[in-house]
C-alpha cells in the first residue's frame, strides 16, 4: 500500500491547492473590476471545460495508465496557477479558469482508478475510497481558511504564486512515488468481468453507461448531488454573517468538510453496501436541505456539520459502487462519467439558485434536486452480479 500511502500525499496538496482558492476567487475576480453576473461566469466555465478534459481522460486512463494524467494534471495546474497571480484583467481570469478546468478534469478519474486498482477485495475497494474521500476532506478543512489567511497576510499574486509552485512541486513527486504498472495485472485477475447470476459473461443492455450494470439513470444522483453541493456553496458567501470576510466565509466551507471527516473516520461504514449508504445518504442531505429552507431551529453551523456528515457518507459510497459494478480495464471512463456528472451539477446548481433565489429558497431547489434524483435511482441494476 506504499503507492496508496503516495497518492494519498500527492492529492493532499492538490486538493489543499485548490479549495485554498475558494473563498477567495470572487474577491479576487472583484479586485479586478468584473461584476457579479461575469464572475458567475468565471466560476461556472470551470465546471464547463471540466467536461472535454473528463470525456478525454476516461479513455486515456484505460489505455495509458493513470499515472501520465496525475503527473500532467499537477504539473500544469500549477503553471496555470503562476499565470493567474499576474492576471489583471477579468477577461483574462476567464480563459485561465477555463485552462484550469480543463487540465484539472484528468486528476479524478486517474486517481480514482488507480485506487480502485490497489483492492484486493471489495471492502478494502471501499476502505480505499474512504480514505481517499478522507484526504479530500481533511485538505477541504485546512485549504478555505489558510487561502484567505494568505491572502490577508501576502495578497492575491503572491498567494496564488504560493499555490502554483506547491502543484509543480507535488506533480514532480509524483512521477516518482506513484507506481503503477504492478497492480494492471493484478487488478485484471482480482476483478474480473462482471458475470449473470449464471456465472456466464453478461451482455450489454441499452442505457447502460459505459458498463451493462451501471444503467445511465445512476448518474443523475451524482449529478444532483454536485447541484446541491453548488448551490450550497453559491449561498455561503451571500449570507449576512459571511458578507465582507472572506476569513468567516472560509471558516463555514470549512465546517462542511469538518462534518464529512467525522463520518469518513467511521472506517465500519465501507462494510454496508453501497448502495444502501448512497440511497440513505442522500435522503438525510435532502432532509437537511429541507429543513434550511424552512428555518428549521438548528443554527447554521450544525446545519453545515450535518451537510458534511451525509456527503461523507455519499462520496465513497458512490465511487465504490462504481468501481464493483465495472471490471478494472474500464475503470477510467466510468470515473470520467461520475466526474462529467460532478461537474454539469456544480455548473447548473449556482446557476439555478442564481435566477430563482428571489423566488424560492436556493436550499429548496437543492431539496428537489436530490428527491428528483432519488426517485429515479435504479435500486437493482446497479448491484454487481454474483459470480458463480
Known sequence: MKTAVWLYLFMFVAFFDLHAQYPILSPFAISLGAAPSFIGLILGVYSITHIPGNLLAGYGVDKYGSKPFIVFSLIIAGLVLLAQSKVTDPWDLLYIRSVSGFVLAFLSPACLSLLAKLASDQVQQGKLMAGNGMVHTIASVLSPAAGAYLVAQFGFERSFTFLGCGLIATGLLAWFGVKESQYKKAAAELFPSPLSEHGSPQTPNAGSAGDSSVPWLFFTMPLSISCSQGILFFELPLMKETHGSILTSGVFFSLVSL??????????????????????????????FFGMSVKWPLPMYASLILIGMAKGVIFPAIASLLAASTTSQRYGRLFSLLSISYSIGAFIGPMLAGHLRTHVSSYFLAFLCLMFALSLLPLRATRRPVQA
Open 259 to 288: 462534518g464529512a471527516l467525522v463520518t469518513l473516520s467511521m472506517l465500519f461504514l465501507s462494510r454496508i453496501p453501497p448502495l444502501i449508504r448512497v440511497s440513505y445518504g442522500s435522503l438525510a442531505l435532502a432532509i437537511i
